[in-house]
């Protein structure tokens, strides 16, 4: 049984940290490409960030850029997410997701449609 379980999510003021974890069991965690990706309420499914297979390429969606940094610990199963200078348009539930083929690969999976497992979710509210 595939399961990506997301944790860490709760209620922050603008301008504070918080760090999301991801656990992942039931497939090769080292064969996929990770990545996050959140969504508010009527709003479409955003691209967050993405690391390949072995951590080392990271790649970050234009609107957290230089804030949030993403990396992941093979030996654990287990990706993370550090997310600082939070903003109230961070507020969203984030999403774990693990895509298999980029092992080796240049390209960085962004699209949801990329993705073959997915979480169910992790709350983030910042507060101004």
């Known amino acids: 049984q595939v399961l990506l379980v997301e944790s860490g999510g709760g209620l922050v003021q603008a301008g504070g940290s918080l760090r999301l974890s991801c656990a992942a069991s039931g497939f090769t965690f080292s064969e996929y490409a990770m990545g996050w990706f959140r969504q508010a309420p009527g709003k479409e499914r955003e691209f967050v960030a993405a690391?390949?297979?072995?951590?080392?390429?990271?790649h970050y969606g234009d609107s957290v850029k230089g804030r949030f940094t993403v990396s992941r610990d093979n030996a654990e199963n287990t990706m993370y997410l550090q997310m600082n200078s939070l903003k109230p348009e961070d507020t969203a539930v984030y999403y774990c997701?693990?895509?298999?083929?980029?092992?080796?690969?240049?390209?960085?999976?962004?699209?949801?449609?990329?993705?073959?497992?997915w979480g169910q979710g992790t709350q983030v509210t910042v507060s101004s």
């Open positions: 997701a693990a895509a298999l083929g980029y092992s080796g690969s240049a390209l960085m999976p962004v699209t949801v449609n990329q993705y073959d497992y």
């Open positions: 690391l390949s297979y072995s951590g080392t390429r990271t």
